[in-house]
């Protein structure tokens, strides 16, 4: 298995609070992104990174922040988080995502009171 | 718009029976299509296919990929309980981006 860990696996917080997941991989892979899974729309991108402080907006990228200062580690931020972010998150890495496929976390359960 | 349409969205099977699962797309800048599982955490990577008309197989799982018609089929012979899963498509697009289509939910009943 790819070697990648999220934290926390779950989290129940109220709205308007601060939230920073983390994802941390092993593999030195460049490629680091951030899901999110809902009920009814599958898997959407929320923000991807191609480097180390190299990062881009996915599809739904309004109200999250990202961060990359090592390559290891890629952290997702809700600034003030709101109920409509409830949901799970998933992180992602690949090597060279043209010829090799996206390996992922076991995913963070976040409800949002 | 990107679109990756996966159908049925739901199947419901005996173990032993064989399965297809059926996945169509609209993407720009096509580069590859991937299937993955997802059982109730991470979702698994099962193939990758970039080349029309060539079948990948591991073990009673397959997989084959139309470029002209748009579409890949994933097969799986034989079904056992374990199969039991969500079945995911998804385009790869460049540009950093994987577009995925909503999933197949599969139960294998005993």
């Known amino acids: 298995d790819a070697g990648i860990t999220q934290s926390p696996r779950h989290k129940v917080t109220e709205t308007g609070t601060p939230v920073t997941l983390r994802c941390h991989q092993t593999?030195?892979?460049?490629?680091m992104y951030w899901y999110r899974q809902d009920p009814g729309h599958g898997l959407r991108l929320i923000h991807y990174?191609?480097?180390?402080?190299?990062?881009d907006k996915g599809e739904v990228s309004d109200g999250y922040s990202v961060s990359r200062s090592k390559t290891e580690d890629f952290l997702l931020t809700l600034e003030s988080a709101t109920s409509s972010q409830t949901s799970v998150y998933f992180c992602?890495?690949?090597?060279?995502?043209?010829?090799?496929?996206?390996?992922f976390g076991d995913g963070t359960r976040l409800s949002i009171l | 718009e990107d679109k990756v349409v996966q159908s049925p969205l739901s199947l419901v099977v005996h173990e032993g029976d064989t399965v297809t699962l059926n996945c169509s797309y609209e993407?720009?800048?096509?580069?590859?299509l991937l299937w993955y599982k997802q059982e109730k955490k991470a979702p698994t990577f099962l193939f990758m296919l970039t080349s029309s008309g060539i079948e990948k197989k591991s073990g009673r799982l397959s997989s084959i990929l139309d470029k002209k018609e748009l579409f890949s089929i994933l097969n799986i012979t034989a079904t056992q309980t374990g199969d039991s899963a969500i079945y995911l498509c998804a385009v790869w697009r460049g540009s950093e981006k994987l577009v995925f289509g909503k999933g197949t939910k599969l139960t294998v009943n005993p």
């Open positions: 992602a890495i690949s090597e060279s995502p043209d010829y090799q496929p996206q390996h």
């Open positions: 593999e030195n892979h460049r490629y």
């Open positions: 993407v720009t800048n096509f580069r590859s």
């Open positions: 990174s191609y480097g180390v402080k190299d990062t």
